[in-house]
């Protein structure tokens, strides 16, 4: 009986809403966008965050547009996207004002198709101000199958590259369960998370040495689910190969300049959440020092090309796309680098990194 009057008494306040659109909230003219919009957050059954960074208020008119559009996107959000959470952002770009509503619910709304409801609503009440409005949301992640979204913790002391790595895997479809700044928080949200991946700076205070490697290392023998990329400035041997010494699976090292490459950063995120390696080509260079006795020297300039493509992260198929072979091929060179390079019996996915790793000259820096 509550839960239908607690729903009942919300369907009536909805209505009331809908009668007021037009009018402008007390709030919202009294204090700005940020409280107004955090108000109608905290009204919400699922958890919003909002973040507005506006050096000075917009026009009334831009202003009370920003926040009806974002009032009745997150709306439309609970009643038909089944989403959890949400993020709303509003800053400024130049003279333009930025508005982004982001869920994980279904999405895949169609502006198209919306007719005289929905989105269709909210890209008229944006035409009156002559902005733009997307044509339609993107499809949200799949959590029945393999698409599900894939839950990351970043532990980055500084606040902008902090930041930055979240908006990139944000915008690649992650989940970011929390960001921290220092290696105790770190291993606080892998307590309470249990993410699938963890994004981790190497230097992080208070000694700025080795506390994210450290923290690395404790999450690797007390969480083995949990995946860990560690980011450095510089290439630093010794804290690669503390981390890969244990085991080689669903482990990753880059610098930090990666991240500018949004796309293959977001790729090296996912591939070793997924329990693969990412190694950047620095790191693998100087990982090693070549022996005297060079066992690269059995190997012939083919089986060269394949070794230095898997030391890239390339799956089987995307070497034979990369040198138009077949994949059996591949494979066939594989094994003929392993047998000459006398590497262990061990699971095939340890050994294609054990190849890269003990024998780095074949990738350049």
């Known amino acids: 009986m509550i839960d239908e009057a607690h729903r009942e008494a919300k369907e009536a306040i909805a209505e009331l809403n809908n009668l007021v659109r037009g009018l402008h909230p007390a709030v919202l003219e009294d204090r700005g966008l940020d409280a107004a919009l955090s108000g109608v957050a905290a009204r919400l059954p699922i958890a919003v965050r909002v973040a507005v960074d506006l050096p000075q208020r917009p026009s009334p008119t831009v202003e009370a547009v920003a926040y009806f559009v974002v009032s009745e996107a997150l709306t439309n959000m609970v009643k038909h996207a089944q989403a959890t959470r949400a993020d709303v952002t509003v800053e400024r770009i130049g003279e333009t004002l930025l508005v982004v509503v982001a869920d994980d619910g279904a999405g895949g709304a169609d502006l198209a198709a919306a007719g005289g409801t929905g989105l269709a609503g909210l890209a008229k009440r944006v035409a009156s101000v002559e902005a733009r409005f997307p044509a339609a949301a993107p499809p949200g992640p799949d959590r029945h199958h393999r698409g599900a979204a894939v839950r990351a913790v970043i532990a980055e002391d500084s606040l902008l590259l902090r930041i930055g790595v979240v908006k990139v895997l944000e915008a690649a479809g992650f989940e970011m369960c929390a960001q921290v700044a220092d290696a105790e928080g770190l291993l606080a949200a892998i307590e309470e998370h249990r993410p699938d991946i963890a994004v981790v700076d190497v230097r992080m205070p208070p000694g700025f040495t080795d506390e994210g490697v450290r923290a690395a290392l404790v999450i690797r023998?007390?969480?083995?689910?949990?995946?860990?990329?560690?980011?450095?400035?510089?290439?630093?041997?010794?804290?690669?190969?503390?981390?890969?010494?244990?085991?080689?699976?669903?482990?990753?090292?880059?610098?930090?300049?990666?991240?500018?490459?949004?796309?293959?950063?977001?790729?090296?995120?996912?591939?070793?959440?997924?329990?693969?390696?990412?190694?950047?080509?620095?790191?693998?260079?100087?990982?090693?020092?070549?022996?005297?006795?060079?066992?690269?020297?059995?190997?012939?300039?083919?089986?060269?090309?394949?070794?230095?493509?898997?030391?890239?992260?390339?799956?089987?198929?995307?070497?034979?796309?990369?040198?138009?072979?077949?994949?059996?091929?591949?494979?066939?060179?594989?094994?003929?680098?392993?047998?000459?390079?006398?590497?262990?019996?061990?699971?095939?996915?340890?050994?294609?990194?054990?190849?890269?790793?003990?024998?780095?000259?074949?990738?350049?820096?």
């Open 221 to 365: 023998r007390q969480y083995p689910r949990t995946a860990v990329l560690l980011l450095s400035q510089y290439v630093e041997e010794r804290y690669a190969a503390d981390l890969l010494a244990a085991n080689t699976s669903g482990v990753g090292y880059l610098l930090k300049q990666r991240v500018a490459d949004v796309e293959e950063f977001a790729e090296a995120v996912r591939r070793v959440a997924a329990g693969g390696t990412a190694l950047d080509p620095q790191a693998i260079a100087q990982l090693l020092v070549r022996r005297h006795s060079d066992p690269l020297d059995r190997l012939t300039p083919r089986e060269r090309e394949v070794l230095e493509l898997m030391a890239g992260g390339r799956s089987n198929s995307g070497i034979a796309a990369e040198l138009v072979v077949s994949e059996s091929a591949v494979a066939k060179h594989i094994n003929s680098i392993f047998t000459k390079l006398d590497l262990p019996k061990a699971d095939a996915d340890q050994r294609r990194v054990l190849a890269v790793l003990r024998f780095p000259g074949v990738v350049t820096a």
